[in-house]
């Protein structure tokens, strides 16, 4: 059971990633890990948007692994 929750969670901070460098790339920006990390960041400061449990912990698994607290 762990293994399937660690592969969705990985698979969620796939996501948000790929979402943040796709945009950053569309506005000519060159997307190193300490901007990523910040950008995500941001996304997780805001809390008008409602996003679930899952995205939540892999926004913040993405800031540590990109080494940076959440």
């Given at each position: 059971?762990?293994?399937?929750?660690?592969?969705?969670?990985?698979?969620?901070?796939?996501?948000?990633?790929?979402?943040?460098?796709?945009?950053?790339?569309?506005?000519?920006?060159?997307p190193?890990?300490?901007?990523?990390?910040g950008?995500?960041?941001?996304?997780?400061?805001?809390?008008?948007?409602?996003?679930?449990?899952?995205?939540?912990e892999?926004?913040?698994?993405?800031?540590?692994?990109?080494?940076?607290e959440?």
């Amino acid at each position: 059971m762990r293994k399937a929750k660690d592969d969705e969670l990985y698979e969620e901070m796939c996501r948000v990633v790929g979402k943040v460098v796709l945009e950053m790339r569309d506005l000519g920006q060159e997307p190193k890990h300490i901007v990523i990390a910040g950008v995500v960041r941001t996304m997780l400061a805001n809390q008008k948007v409602k996003r679930s449990a899952l995205t939540t912990e892999a926004m913040e698994t993405v800031i540590r692994a990109l080494g940076y607290e959440a």
